[in-house]
């Protein structure tokens, strides 16, 4: 993409009234204007709120609010020049139950208040092989999440990285938080839509499609998914110290990194 062209976008962006862009300042260390009030005063509703993480360019955001309309969506994302293209669509198509925030994910506690969000999705985000804090599923996140999540708020994850797959598995189990969902191949047979239904999981796992997930399956990729929650076990109120996983990282490092290597040969 030109500069010019992103520029453009950039200032497009600026007059779309689904996208916020607020400054650092005003989120780093620092309750952002909204914090506690995006049902009251953004949305006009006491709908659930759902965030998708990374959302890119919102691709996932807008096909879950068109087939959820009872719910409010925001997407998270640091670019801008990505962001556009939902927000575009959003405004455009006077999708009311839709929001873009362009800001680091870091920053969510600051954004929303506990138990202001009622799921969260992340979809195909940057494994992170070597650096786990970066990880959206690491221990470091969760604990921002739980802090904005009702108590049985569910996470997804979809990836096309069995690393990151098998990373959150274990971490959910070494810290023994219930997994509804966990399928090394949605598009395999373990995911029908009836157990999906069975498991009152949205079968938007299956029929919607982002640009990188169709990429990836011509790849020849599979594609993964897990759904849990941060509830202890048994359940309280409060969540304890969330631990990293003990389990072998580096092997499933280079398990990555030569199936990835095995597709680009192909």
């Given at each position: 993409?030109?500069?010019?062209?992103?520029?453009?976008?950039?200032?497009?962006?600026?007059?779309?009234?689904?996208?916020?862009?607020?400054?650092?300042?005003?989120?780093?260390?620092?309750?952002?204007?909204?914090?506690?009030?995006?049902?009251?005063?953004?949305?006009?509703?006491?709908?659930?709120?759902?965030?998708?993480?990374?959302?890119?360019?919102?691709?996932?955001?807008?096909?879950?609010?068109?087939?959820?309309?009872?719910?409010?969506?925001?997407?998270?994302?640091?670019?801008?020049?990505?962001?556009?293209?939902?927000?575009?669509?959003?405004?455009?198509?006077g999708l009311q139950n839709v929001r873009f925030i362009r800001t680091k994910i870091d920053f969510i506690e600051w954004i929303f208040g506990e138990g202001e969000v009622s799921e969260i999705w992340i979809t195909f985000p940057d494994p992170q092989l070597t650096r786990a804090r970066k990880r959206l599923t690491s221990s470091l996140f969760l604990e921002r999440y739980s802090k904005i999540l009702i108590p049985d708020g569910l996470i997804h994850l979809k990836t096309d990285s069995r690393f990151l797959h098998e990373?959150?598995?274990?971490?959910?189990?070494?810290?023994?938080?219930?997994?509804?969902?966990?399928?090394?191949?949605?598009?395999?047979?373990?995911?029908?839509?009836?157990?999906?239904?069975?498991?009152?999981?949205?079968?938007?796992?299956?029929?919607?499609?982002?640009?990188?997930?169709?990429?990836?399956?011509?790849?020849?990729?599979?594609?993964?998914?897990?759904?849990?929650?941060?509830?202890?076990?048994?359940?309280?109120?409060?969540?304890?110290?969330?631990?990293?996983?003990?389990?072998?990282?580096?092997?499933?490092?280079?398990?990555?990194?030569?199936?990835?290597?095995?597709?680009?040969?192909?």
């Amino acid at each position: 993409m030109s500069r010019y062209n992103k520029l453009l976008k950039f200032a497009e962006n600026e007059t779309f009234d689904c996208l916020f862009q607020p400054p650092m300042e005003e989120v780093f260390r620092k309750d952002y204007k909204f914090k506690n009030h995006w049902h009251s005063e953004v949305f006009g509703n006491n709908n659930p709120i759902v965030l998708e993480l990374g959302c890119g360019k919102g691709e996932y955001t807008v096909a879950l609010a068109e087939r959820n309309p009872q719910k409010n969506y925001i997407g998270i994302d640091i670019k801008g020049a990505r962001l556009w293209k939902g927000a575009k669509y959003a405004q455009t198509n006077g999708l009311q139950n839709v929001r873009f925030i362009r800001t680091k994910i870091d920053f969510i506690e600051w954004i929303f208040g506990e138990g202001e969000v009622s799921e969260i999705w992340i979809t195909f985000p940057d494994p992170q092989l070597t650096r786990a804090r970066k990880r959206l599923t690491s221990s470091l996140f969760l604990e921002r999440y739980s802090k904005i999540l009702i108590p049985d708020g569910l996470i997804h994850l979809k990836t096309d990285s069995r690393f990151l797959h098998e990373y959150t598995k274990a971490l959910a189990k070494q810290n023994g938080f219930p997994l509804y969902i966990s399928s090394s191949d949605i598009y395999n047979v373990e995911s029908s839509p009836q157990k999906l239904k069975e498991t009152n999981i949205p079968e938007e796992i299956l029929n919607v499609q982002t640009f990188y997930e169709q990429f990836y399956i011509k790849m020849g990729l599979k594609i993964t998914y897990l759904c849990f929650t941060l509830l202890s076990n048994p359940p309280d109120t409060h969540i304890a110290e969330i631990k990293e996983p003990e389990w072998d990282i580096e092997y499933w490092q280079v398990v990555e990194e030569q199936g990835r290597s095995h597709q680009r040969i192909q």
